[in-house]
């Protein structure tokens, strides 16, 4: 399926074409480890055995096995968001900036090792009252077993006027 943001963003009129168009990444898998590591370094899920004790979770748990953390699945939307919107290749990552979150919703579990993708529509560009715009999209990380999604949000990015120049490494040289 070819991407569906191919089209190269190189003037603020083309954020509106986007309205509308989907894209996905390719199916990705958050292993133990990750958890693990993950758990280390930020304390989400430290003492929980619903996502670092497999042995346990396989016994108690009615997934089957750990579950990955919410806070992770979000942590993975930047890289997978890079990969799905390829196309936003004219605009300058530098002033594409995360604005946040209207929505985020966990609406169920993510088996650790189980293999998901995340699935991108934008869906509203508006002006900001600095000049630049605001780009919000919806967002779902869907497990590959059943399409079901575990994750659905509504994300913002605030693209500056800037975004529009090409960086200097970019600008051909005279």
């Known amino acids: 399926m070819p991407d569906a943001y191919s089209k190269i963003a190189a003037s603020q009129a083309d954020l509106s074409d986007l309205v509308g168009r989907e894209s996905f990444t390719t199916w990705r898998?958050?292993?133990?480890?990750?958890?693990?590591?993950?758990a280390t370094a930020s304390g989400d899920g430290e003492g929980e055995w619903i996502h670092l004790d497999p042995e346990r979770a396989a016994r108690e748990a009615p997934y089957g096995g750990t579950i990955v953390p919410g806070f992770l699945q979000v942590a993975n939307l930047t890289r997978l968001f890079g990969e799905a919107v390829t196309g936003f290749a004219g605009?300058?990552?530098?002033?594409?900036?995360?604005?946040?979150?209207?929505?985020?919703?966990f609406v169920a579990p993510l088996p650790v090792g189980a293999q998901f993708r995340a699935r991108i529509k934008v869906n509203e560009v508006r002006p900001h009252s600095t000049g630049g715009f605001i780009v919000r999209?919806?967002?779902?990380?869907?497990?590959?077993?059943?399409?079901?999604p575990t994750l659905i949000a509504e994300w913002l990015f605030y693209i500056s006027q800037k975004a529009f120049q090409a960086p200097d490494a970019a600008r051909p040289q005279s």
Do not use: M, W
């Open 29 to 38: 898998v958050i292993d133990q480890e990750a958890v693990n590591t993950y």
């Open 91 to 105: 605009i300058d990552p530098n002033h594409a900036l995360n604005y946040g979150f209207d929505r985020l919703r």
């Open 137 to 148: 999209q919806d967002v779902a990380l869907e497990r590959k077993t059943d399409g079901k």
